[in-house]
């Protein structure tokens, strides 16, 4: 039996994300199972890149849906984005160091077969569906992730 991981993401800032997919994907490397449960601002991660709201949202929803990053390489930087420039700064520091960028880490972890769960009820309060995210990605409790975690090696909260 492996390892197991259980990554717990509410962020949705750019430089988590690129270090909880590092982490997946390297845990992974040595026959880890990586488990990520994304809540509130962690499903900006696992959002269809540039899809538009449907018509069954809310105004609410559709608002919603339109402020917030339309994909994992729209979100900002935790500290020091300045409006983007600090962001496009760390993305040609990665590029200049031959680092894959966070779409490829992304791929990666789910070529690799990271298990990528969505909080149902933060998709709930934020107007997601299931539509919403990549085609990997199952909604589940969190109670199902809790009874999932509790049997993890490893669990992070970021």
Do not use: H
Not at 13 to 22: P, T
Not at 106 to 132: H, I, P, Q, T, Y
Not at 133 to 156: C, G, M, R
């Amino acid at each position: 039996m492996n390892e197991k991981m259980s990554i717990l993401m509410f962020s949705g800032d750019y430089d988590k994300a690129l270090a909880a997919l590092i982490l997946a994907n390297t845990a992974m490397e040595i026959n880890v199972d990586v488990n990520m449960f994304f809540a509130f601002w962690g499903l900006l991660l696992i959002r269809k890149p540039n899809d538009d709201p449907k018509d069954d949202k809310t105004i609410s929803e559709k608002m919603f849906a339109n402020m917030t990053p339309k994909g994992i390489e729209d979100l900002p930087l935790s500290k020091m984005n300045f409006a983007g420039i600090g962001k496009k700064m760390l993305v040609g520091m990665m590029e200049d160091s031959d680092t894959p960028t966070i779409e490829a880490f992304l791929k990666g972890a789910l070529k690799k077969g990271v298990n990528m769960k969505a909080c149902k009820l933060s998709c709930e309060v934020m107007g997601f569906r299931e539509g919403d995210f990549l085609p990997e990605v199952e909604i589940i409790t969190a109670e199902d992730y809790l009874k999932d975690a509790l049997k993890s090696n490893i669990q992070l909260f970021i």
